[in-house]
Nanobody, 120 residues
Framework: QVQLVESGGGLVQAGDSLRLSCVAS????????MDWYRQAPGKQRELVARITQDGSTNYAGSVKGRFTISRDTAKNTVYLQIDSLEPEDTAVYYC??????????????WGQGTQVTVSS
């Protein structure tokens, strides 16, 4: 059973920084890629940052320069550093991973989400 558990969200003021973490646990054979999505109230879930198996990163245009995705491969953990937070960043942030397990092969997994609220 694979689980993704996010942490690090909270209520912050505009201009503050946060570091979100996502730990993947279970019988994981390999990690193809890990991503961060977010969903604001009344809006669709959107991809904000992606890190691939070889360490390449991609960002949504709206967060480029303020968000930094990184990972600790040995710990199956992905991080999202968010700087210069804006009220528009308020959303539930979800971790997503494309993992390979011997029992299920490649599958997509989601975390339960962590709330980030930015006050102006």
């Amino acid at each position: 059973q694979v689980q993704l558990v996010e942490s690090g969200g909270g209520l912050v003021q505009a201009g503050d920084s946060l570091r979100l973490s996502c730990v993947a646990s279970g019988n994981i054979f390999s990690v193809n890629g890990m991503d961060w999505y977010r969903q604001a109230p009344g809006k669709q879930r959107e991809l904000v940052a992606r890190i691939t198996q070889d360490g390449s990163t991609n960002y949504a245009g709206s967060v480029k320069g303020r968000f930094t995705i990184s990972r600790d491969t040995a710990k199956n953990t992905v991080y999202l550093q968010i700087d210069s937070l804006e009220p528009e960043d308020t959303a539930v942030y979800y971790c997503h991973a494309d993992l390979y397990t011997l029992s299920m092969g490649y599958m997509h997994y989601w975390g339960q989400g962590t709330q980030v609220t930015v006050s102006s």
